[in-house]
Protein backbone atom coordinates (compact mmCIF):
# COMPACT_ATOMS: atom_id res chain seq x y z
CA UNK A 1 0.00 0.00 0.00
CA UNK A 2 0.76 3.30 -0.49
CA UNK A 3 2.96 5.00 2.40
CA UNK A 4 4.27 8.62 2.49
CA UNK A 5 6.50 8.82 6.17
CA UNK A 6 7.68 12.53 6.74
CA UNK A 7 10.49 13.55 9.58
CA UNK A 8 12.97 16.32 10.30
CA UNK A 9 10.56 18.74 12.09
CA UNK A 10 11.22 20.14 15.04
CA UNK A 11 11.48 23.59 17.26
CA UNK A 12 14.23 25.91 15.91
CA UNK A 13 14.82 29.72 15.98
CA UNK A 14 13.68 32.78 13.95
CA UNK A 15 16.06 32.64 11.33
CA UNK A 16 17.16 29.21 11.13
CA UNK A 17 16.87 26.29 8.94
CA UNK A 18 15.50 22.59 8.65
CA UNK A 19 15.44 19.86 6.20
CA UNK A 20 12.14 17.79 6.04
CA UNK A 21 12.13 14.37 4.14
CA UNK A 22 9.62 12.04 3.20
CA UNK A 23 9.98 9.06 2.29
CA UNK A 24 7.53 7.11 -0.28
CA UNK A 25 7.00 3.09 -0.43
CA UNK A 26 4.16 1.36 -2.53
CA UNK A 27 4.18 2.95 -5.39
CA UNK A 28 6.34 3.47 -8.33
CA UNK A 29 7.47 7.37 -6.63
CA UNK A 30 9.59 8.58 -10.48
CA UNK A 31 6.29 8.29 -11.89
CA UNK A 32 4.32 10.97 -9.93
CA UNK A 33 4.63 14.52 -8.99
CA UNK A 34 4.61 15.42 -5.25
CA UNK A 35 4.17 18.27 -3.02
CA UNK A 36 4.79 20.14 0.78
CA UNK A 37 1.76 21.24 2.01
CA UNK A 38 1.65 22.95 5.40
CA UNK A 39 -1.28 23.41 7.69
CA UNK A 40 -1.29 26.30 10.30
CA UNK A 41 -3.00 26.29 13.99
CA UNK A 42 -6.82 27.44 13.24
CA UNK A 43 -5.78 28.24 9.30
CA UNK A 44 -6.64 25.44 5.87
CA UNK A 45 -4.29 23.74 4.94
CA UNK A 46 -2.04 25.27 2.53
CA UNK A 47 0.25 24.09 -0.86
CA UNK A 48 4.04 25.02 0.29
CA UNK A 49 5.78 23.22 -2.90
CA UNK A 50 5.29 21.50 -5.83
CA UNK A 51 7.88 19.12 -7.69
CA UNK A 52 7.61 17.40 -11.03
CA UNK A 53 7.79 13.78 -11.28
CA UNK A 54 11.79 13.87 -12.89
CA UNK A 55 12.64 17.64 -10.69
CA UNK A 56 12.96 19.53 -13.74
CA UNK A 57 9.85 21.58 -12.58
CA UNK A 58 9.45 22.97 -8.88
CA UNK A 59 7.12 25.62 -7.51
CA UNK A 60 6.37 27.21 -4.49
CA UNK A 61 3.81 29.34 -2.34
CA UNK A 62 4.14 33.18 -2.69
CA UNK A 63 5.33 33.02 1.27
CA UNK A 64 8.32 30.77 0.95
CA UNK A 65 9.97 31.79 -2.48
CA UNK A 66 13.51 32.42 -2.30
CA UNK A 67 13.65 30.87 1.18
CA UNK A 68 12.51 27.08 0.62
CA UNK A 69 13.85 24.46 -1.85
CA UNK A 70 11.46 21.06 -2.61
CA UNK A 71 13.66 18.47 -4.16
CA UNK A 72 13.76 14.51 -4.78
CA UNK A 73 15.64 11.36 -4.57
CA UNK A 74 13.93 9.16 -7.18
CA UNK A 75 16.66 6.26 -6.15
CA UNK A 76 15.77 6.42 -2.55
CA UNK A 77 12.34 7.26 -2.79
CA UNK A 78 12.59 10.11 -1.07
CA UNK A 79 11.46 13.94 -1.00
CA UNK A 80 12.77 17.25 0.65
CA UNK A 81 11.41 20.55 1.68
CA UNK A 82 15.06 22.30 2.87
CA UNK A 83 13.32 25.58 4.65
CA UNK A 84 15.97 28.24 5.19
CA UNK A 85 15.71 32.07 6.93
CA UNK A 86 12.64 30.40 8.93
CA UNK A 87 10.21 32.98 10.31
CA UNK A 88 7.20 32.61 13.35
CA UNK A 89 4.21 32.29 10.45
CA UNK A 90 6.45 29.06 9.35
CA UNK A 91 5.12 27.52 12.38
CA UNK A 92 2.80 24.51 11.33
CA UNK A 93 2.24 20.63 10.66
CA UNK A 94 3.96 20.02 7.29
CA UNK A 95 2.78 17.07 5.03
CA UNK A 96 3.90 15.34 2.27
CA UNK A 97 1.15 14.50 -0.41
CA UNK A 98 1.13 12.67 -3.78
CA UNK A 99 -1.35 12.08 -5.97
CA UNK A 100 -1.34 8.37 -7.17
CA UNK A 101 -3.76 6.54 -9.65
CA UNK A 102 -6.38 9.49 -9.11
CA UNK A 103 -6.04 9.17 -5.46
CA UNK A 104 -4.59 11.28 -2.76
CA UNK A 105 -2.28 10.24 -0.09
CA UNK A 106 -1.15 11.74 2.76
CA UNK A 107 1.67 11.37 5.16
CA UNK A 108 1.04 11.95 8.96
CA UNK A 109 2.91 15.35 9.09
CA UNK A 110 5.83 16.19 11.20
CA UNK A 111 5.47 19.54 12.80
CA UNK A 112 8.06 22.63 12.48
CA UNK A 113 7.78 25.20 15.42
CA UNK A 114 9.70 28.38 14.80
CA UNK A 115 10.50 30.55 18.02
CA UNK A 116 10.56 34.46 18.00
Known amino acids: QVQLVESGGGLVQFGGSLRLSCAAS????????MNWYRQAPGKERELVAS????????TYGDSVKGRFTISRDNGARTLYLQMNSLKPTDTAVYYC?????????WGQGTPVTVAS
Open 26 to 33: GFTFSNYG
Open 97 to 105: QGRVNGIDY
Open 51 to 58: ISRLGTTT
